[in-house]
């Protein structure tokens, strides 16, 4: 008897841990069932995807959308909106909320407010901070928590671990991978007249200097190596500190930021003012090359997006009061197609980090690849779609995207998750039902 299976994709080309291959995929109840030529099977439903590449689901580790959030700011709701039409089929929501997120029940409180609200599926980092320590182990295995996040200098929010001692203490609780912002509190505090002289955006990279940043990755990895702790050097923006990261690789794993990857100082600031502030922020175009070389070298794990919606307002407060931060969860997919059209990194290369990288680093249960028995999360994508990024696109509240106006090669065109396509062809379907990431190290 001829199999039958919830949906079959035939035809496209699929990026499988074997390599690209034009091939079927079927799904049953929500999982990988078979991988292809499926000609006899049949199913509920059936897509052709002829000339169209089928992604295992792509995965954004790094979001602001600051749930519980005020009404005309960013939520769950709009932000995995915004992720659904970019492609991203799951978000991990940093806590750097309105009310910083520091307890286990701050993010059951999270995991309750998703659901039904969620158009992705999510997973929510608890913030490390000096009165929660003792209680970071018994919370970070939260099922659907992301682990540890430790903000070692200001950014958004008041969350902060800035001092050895205290970030030892963390280091010392738990033992998943912790995810680190790396800039020293210290030298941000003593550097600040440089924002405050400079008034300008253009001088963002010169408060918050090179030696910021890679002194506190420096001080993060001796610290880790002391604890033996696991540790994610979140959005790296310097040719030093990929130098010496890239000689640390048994504990520290690196991510960096399409941001990062795309615009370059001072031309940035010239042209979009605050709009490109982001902390750590966009430096020159040597860094730039040196976040590539990094990409092509393997140093890379991961991209994560930094999506961090502030409003127009907001922004347009005068530099420095005007917040640090840039919409970014729904651009990720298209601008790094481009680049792969460039001949800037392969789509394997791609594939690599934004799902098999964030499996690999988080240790997720059943996402990452297009493999029997995983998730049938699916990134469909046109590699030959020219479309142009426009402020009109962004489903986030406050409608802005540092790309407006780019043209790129390479679109997102349909979101599958677990099986049910939750986006396709620029149009939202069915309802929000996303649903908690599952790690394989939480209870
Ligand atoms: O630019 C940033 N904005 N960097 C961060 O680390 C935080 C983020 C935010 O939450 O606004």
Redesign the pocket.
């Known amino acids: 008897m001829a199999q039958s299976f919830d949906l079959i994709l035939r035809n496209g080309m699929v990026v499988t841990p074997n390599g690209t291959a034009r091939t079927d995929i079927a799904v049953h109840h929500g999982r990988i069932a078979a991988i292809g030529g499926l000609g006899g099977a049949s199913a509920a439903e059936e897509t052709d995807l002829r000339g169209l590449t089928v992604l295992p689901g792509v995965i954004d580790t790094q979001v602001?959308f600051r749930e519980p959030g005020l009404e005309h700011k960013e939520d769950l709701e709009t932000g995995t909106r915004a992720a659904a039409q970019g492609g991203v089929v799951a978000i991990f929501e940093?806590p750097?909320t309105k009310q910083s997120t520091t307890t286990g029940e701050a993010i059951l409180d999270k995991l309750a407010r998703a659901r039904g609200r969620a158009w992705v599926d999510h997973a929510f980092f608890i913030g490390a901070a000096s009165d929660n320590i003792d209680h970071l182990a018994e919370w970070e295995r939260i099922p659907g928590c992301a682990g540890i996040k430790v903000?070692m200098g200001s950014?958004?929010?008041n969350l902060l671990v800035a001092d050895d001692q205290t970030l030892g203490a963390v280091l010392a609780q738990g033992f998943r991978r912790i995810a680190v912002?790396c800039e020293d509190e210290g030298r941000l505090i003593e550097r600040k007249h440089v924002a405050e002289e400079g008034a300008h955006p253009r001088v963002h990279h010169h408060w918050r200097d090179v030696e910021t940043a890679l002194m506190a990755s420096k001080r993060l990895v001796a610290l880790a190596e002391k604890a033996r702790r696991r540790v994610h050097v979140?959005?790296v923006t310097t040719a030093e500190e990929m130098d010496f990261l890239a000689a640390h690789k048994d504990l520290a794993t690196v991510e960096t930021t399409p941001q990062h990857l795309t615009l370059a100082a001072p031309e940035c600031y010239e042209r979009l003012g605050t709009y490109a502030?982001?902390?750590?922020p966009i430096r020159g175009a040597q860094h730039r090359d040196a976040l590539w070389a990094a990409v092509a070298s393997g140093v890379v794990d991961v991209l994560g997006s930094?999506h961090?919606p502030?409003t127009r307002e907001e922004k347009d407060k005068p530099y420095p009061q005007s917040?640090?931060?840039?919409t970014g969860v729904q651009t990720l997919v298209p601008i790094m197609l481009d680049h792969v059209k460039q001949g800037r990194l392969s789509l394997e290369r791609l594939v690599d980090l934004t799902s098999a990288g964030p499996a690999r680093i988080y240790n997720l249960s059943g996402k990452g690849r297009i493999a029997v028995g995983y998730d049938a999360d699916f990134t469909v994508v046109d590699l030959k779609a020219e479309k142009i990024i426009t402020n009109d696109w962004i489903e986030s509240r406050c409608g802005w995207t540092p790309f407006d106006g780019m043209k790129v090669t390479g679109w997102p065109l349909a979101t599958i998750i677990r099986g049910q396509t939750v986006m396709r062809d620029g149009q939202l379907l069915g309802a929000a039902a996303g649903e908690p990431v599952r790690f394989q190290e939480c209870r």
Request: hydrophobic residues 30%; aromatic residues 4%.
């Open positions: 602001h940093m750097n903000f950014s958004t929010g912002h979140l959005h502030q982001m902390n750590p930094d961090a502030h917040p640090s931060g840039m």
